[in-house]
């Protein structure tokens, strides 16, 4: 290891209390070295301002309205009455109301503050009831033109809802120059089936910086560490991290990472992607016959306000009546709270230190394991500098924190439902002890 290595190993191992850095042998940092040291070609490309998984395809029924944000933006996303996904400002242009407690009548937007009613197209269908028909004035006509939702691209696609946002709702969709295809970002598009698998989902909230979770996600030393003893995987604990090469390579498309284990065949352990904007994609092996595989979309709602979309996908467990019998939701639910409490731990600490200036360039010292996060800051910092997503809707501290106070998914500091997914381990179980012990008594 040369000196510069050994000096910035030893800065590491003071700031998070040695036990990581220790665990990494030499010939894996030489490894890892060779294979990154070199200029890559490609630089990641892709931006901020772009499309967004920001729903699950069944977490939205007709007649139902999903308020979230995008950058403090406020918005909503309901199904229309072709039940296609429709996504606006939460705006009413008749007076600015919110569409908070507002409803869908027949796939029509409806406002709550004087009934305003507006078709998928964003046209409002009930302009008499604003202008209550005798002061309907020569205007009406001209009104009647101006008066509309403002959207964004919304598109629906593997059991994702997807929307594509610049920064600025317009009247009318087709005044929206797509720059980015979202085809790339599809999973299928890496050879993952996801038909071939089972999949169970979370939306977890975190109060803290979303690029920090993103970081967190693309960090392949804490897995072995934080989370250790909670991912039921032999292969993942403290000690395990000895045994393995790297190979970093960045695309215009994407940043990957591999994994594989540093003695006998060459199989991949673990294949890391980060996609921009906000999706990582973690396979356990290669994407096209990974056993497991993690998709993790990342939503910008606010300042020190995220959302992580979770979707674990299992292939050994596409029978229902099995996934029941196993109890595949509840005890994945139980891992995802776990892990999700680990590291939130970590976040809202490190947060803070990145807000109140700490984490600098010469504060923190990188490893050749940590190229991934650096190729990820790189690309995050040029895009922040160039679009500046957070000023386009600034919130001043004055602002009236409304959405702030909207109730979190999944917070991992609320323990209550993960007391109430044991619960239901525990009835489960139960029940599945007393149910035969019941036949057997019957029978006898
Ligand atoms: S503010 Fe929405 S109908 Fe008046
Ligand atoms: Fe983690």
Redesign the pocket.
């Known amino acids: 290891m040369s000196e510069e290595r050994l000096k910035q190993a030893k800065a590491l191992e003071i700031q998070s209390g040695a036990a990581v850095v220790s665990s990494v042998d030499n010939s894996t940092q030489e490894h890892t070295e060779e294979k990154t040291s070199s200029k890559p070609e490609n630089q990641l490309s892709g931006s901020l301002l772009g499309w967004y998984s920001v729903l699950s395809s069944k977490s939205i029924k007709d007649g139902e309205l999903y308020h979230f944000s995008m950058y403090n933006e406020p918005l909503i996303i309901y199904r229309d009455k072709d039940s296609r996904v429709r996504c606006i400002k939460d705006l009413?242009?008749?007076?600015?109301?919110s569409f908070l407690g507002g409803k869908i009548v027949k796939g029509e937007l409806v406002?709550?503050?004087?009934?305003?009613r507006f078709s998928a197209e964003g046209e409002c269908t009930n302009l008499d009831r604003?202008t209550c028909q005798h002061i309907i004035d020569s205007n009406y006509n001209n009104y009647a033109k101006r008066i509309h939702l403002y959207q964004y691209p919304c598109v629906e696609q593997e059991g994702y809802i997807y929307i594509y946002y610049s920064g600025t709702a317009k009247t009318n969709l087709e005044d929206f120059e797509i720059k980015s295809s979202l085809k790339d970002s599809q999973p299928s598009s890496y050879g993952f089936k996801p038909n071939e698998y089972k999949y169970e989902e979370v939306y977890v909230d975190f109060k803290c910086d979303w690029a920090r979770i993103i970081e967190n996600h693309l960090d392949i030393l804490h897995i072995f560490w934080i989370h250790g003893d909670t991912i039921p995987d032999k292969d993942v604990n403290r000690k395990a991290i000895t045994s393995f090469n790297q190979t970093i390579k960045r695309s215009k498309r994407e940043i990957e990472s591999k994994y594989s284990h540093k003695t006998g065949d060459k199989e991949e352990f673990i294949t890391l992607k980060f996609i921009p904007p906000g999706r990582v994609c973690i396979y356990k092996g290669n994407p096209d016959s990974a056993r497991y595989i993690q998709i993790l979309d990342h939503v910008p709602l606010g300042r020190n306000r995220a959302r992580v979309i979770v979707r674990h996908y299992r292939k050994f467990l596409k029978n229902k009546f099995l996934t029941k019998l196993i109890m595949f939701k509840p005890l994945q639910h139980r891992i995802f709270y776990k892990i999700f409490s680990e590291d939130y731990l970590v976040l809202k600490t490190q947060s803070f230190n990145e807000q109140m200036g700490y984490i600098k360039k010469d504060n923190v010292k990188l490893l050749g394991e940590d190229k991934m996060i650096q190729y990820y800051w790189d690309w995050y910092q040029n895009a922040l500098n160039n679009e500046r997503p957070w000023d386009i809707h600034h919130k001043a501290p004055s602002t009236n924190n409304f959405h702030e106070e909207a109730p979190m998914l999944y917070p991992p500091e609320n323990p209550k439902l993960s007391n109430e997914n044991s619960r239901e381990i525990t009835i489960q179980l139960i029940l599945r002890l007393l149910i035969p012990l019941g036949l057997i008594i019957l029978i006898i």
């Open positions: 009413c242009p008749h007076r600015g109301a406002c709550p503050y004087h009934g305003g604003l």
